[in-house]
């Protein structure tokens, strides 16, 4: 219990925990309505949310999240809560917890086993059947045996920090609690509930990882939205006890547009701030030191942003294996329901596959720099879609080309350079002071490309794009500003 409420607030320093109760104040919690990732820079989150009238959405409290909303007979399951960073999703599983332990909440609840995907990933290469892995957290459940004759609540708070793979697709189903397995089979089997079904499992993340879950196997998404106005007040007085010095606080942070639409002040998580460093071939690739906070940042070969992954090594390798791994998990959640149903037409089916899973596959594709290996991996995938949804396999012996001819598609590569002309169409009719355009027409002043560097350039790409469709580069604005025109 003393794990609970004692916490820290901002950058953690040794001495300087605060009773959580002392200024925990109710937080503005709401269902989400739309499943879609928002891929938007968070403070921008921040700023959206705060200007959504509160009156128009029913509040959450924190110790009502398994309670049925108004309408509904059954609690969920599985309950997925997004939030910014720094908003209070983890104060918020505390003060959950807490309340349960102290008695004051919850009471049907007899076990509450809170984990972190932290703590998770430290145990990515080793085995344990599901009682083993409650055993190597809580020594004290040694005893239990039978969790199904229990309410068990599962908290896994921080699924943005994970680095297990969480293959749901792939991935074995699982049912037995005595019998040893990955700690990642473990996790995908318990959330979409193969594996101990009668437990509830309440996921906290940052929005932009939320979908490394499948839709199906949430049954609620629920949004932390930080502070109301009163509630901010709230928080503040009871952060600084003495008046004249609260209401000074409070007055300032009104005053400051940026200030008062962060709802819990932002600061820098140095367990979730990384580094890539793009390494140039004639520099020594010795790992530079950063710090923020105090606090020594990690340097990592890649990492996603804004959806993409950006790699040490310039090129787009993780990026397309990660694309196809989206596009397949979208491909699989629709499999049934439209590329399985009969009473659907062709056309239909392909329109639905065209909208999501090639959109999903070929996110941000404008600015790649292929190679044939990227070009064939993403090609067999398509194919391999397209097949399915015909409903033939490779024993049938039909040419890719009449896969494509049937379904009415065109390849990967000439879907690629039709985005990618048409995003430089757009460059070039740009107004010259806008950057992408400085950046296409930029030249390098002096010096020259590394050797054992990037052996094909965005430009390079661009040029055989253009040469395919019989345009000479040197009339590329002529005829961009001929498409414009039309």
């Known amino acids: 219990m003393q794990k609970f409420r004692r916490v820290f607030e901002g950058i953690a320093k040794a001495g300087q925990s605060t009773d959580l109760n002392d200024f925990y104040t109710e937080l503005f919690i709401t269902e989400r309505v739309s499943g879609e990732v928002n891929k938007e820079h968070e403070v921008r989150l921040i700023e959206t949310a705060s200007r959504k009238p509160a009156k128009e959405e029913t509040p959450i409290k924190c110790e009502d999240i398994f309670k049925p909303l108004p309408g509904q007979d059954q609690p969920s399951r599985t309950i997925m809560t997004t939030g910014v960073a720094g908003i209070g999703k983890t104060i918020l599983t505390h003060k959950f917890t807490l309340d349960w332990a102290e008695g004051k909440a919850n009471h049907d609840i007899h076990f509450m086993l809170p984990f972190t995907f932290r703590e998770l990933n430290l145990l990515k290469e080793k085995e344990f059947s599901l009682m083993e892995l409650l055993h190597h957290f809580f020594i004290q459940t040694k005893g239990i045996r039978r969790y199904d ?14 680095r297990l793979p ?56 629920t949004e932390v939205r930080g502070f109301t106005d009163p509630q901010k007040e709230e928080y503040f007085r009871k952060r600084f006890r003495e008046e004249p010095l609260a209401s000074k606080i409070i007055s300032h942070i009104k005053t400051s547009r940026s200030l008062h639409i962060i709802r819990m002040g932002l600061t820098v998580n140095t367990i979730k701030t990384e580094v890539v460093c793009q390494w140039s071939a004639n520099i020594p690739s010795t790992p530079p030191t950063f710090t923020a906070a105090g606090e020594q940042l990690s340097v990592v070969p890649s990492f996603r942003y804004l959806g993409s992954i950006l790699s040490e090594d310039n090129t787009i390798d993780n990026e397309v294996q990660n694309r196809i791994k989206q596009a397949s998990a979208a491909f699989g959640r629709l499999r049934r329901r439209v590329f399985q149903n009969k009473n659907l037409h062709l056309r239909t089916k392909v329109c639905v596959y065209q909208a999501i899973c090639i959109t999903t596959l070929l996110y941000s594709c404008e600015a790649w720099v292929t190679y044939s290996r990227h070009i064939r991996a993403l090609e067999q995938f398509h194919i391999r879609c397209l097949q399915r949804i015909l409903g033939i396999t490779w024993r049938d012996r039909v040419p890719h080309s009449e896969v494509l001819s049937k379904t009415n598609c065109r390849s990967i590569e000439a879907t690629i350079t039709q985005h990618q002309l048409r995003w430089l169409g757009h460059v070039v009719r740009m107004p010259s002071n806008r950057l992408p355009r400085r950046v296409l027409y930029g030249q390098l002043h002096h010096g020259r490309r590394s050797a054992g560097g990037q052996k094909k350039r965005y430009k390079d ?26």
Request: glycine letters at 2%.
């Open 149 to 162: 004759r229990f309410q068990v609540v599962f908290i896994l708070d921080g699924l943005d920090e994970c």
């Open 461 to 486: 790409q661009l040029k055989t794009a253009l040469k395919t469709c019989k345009v000479r580069p040197e009339a590329l604005e002529e005829v961009a500003a001929d498409v414009n025109s039309n």
């Open 166 to 221: 969480l293959d749901f697709q792939n991935n074995p189903i699982w049912t037995d609690v005595t019998k040893s397995t990955s700690v990642d089979i473990l996790l995908t089997n318990l959330i979409r509930g193969d594996l101990l079904p009668s437990a509830r499992i309440w996921i906290t993340t940052r929005p932009a990882a939320a979908n490394q879950i499948p839709a199906e196997c949430v049954d609620m998404v």
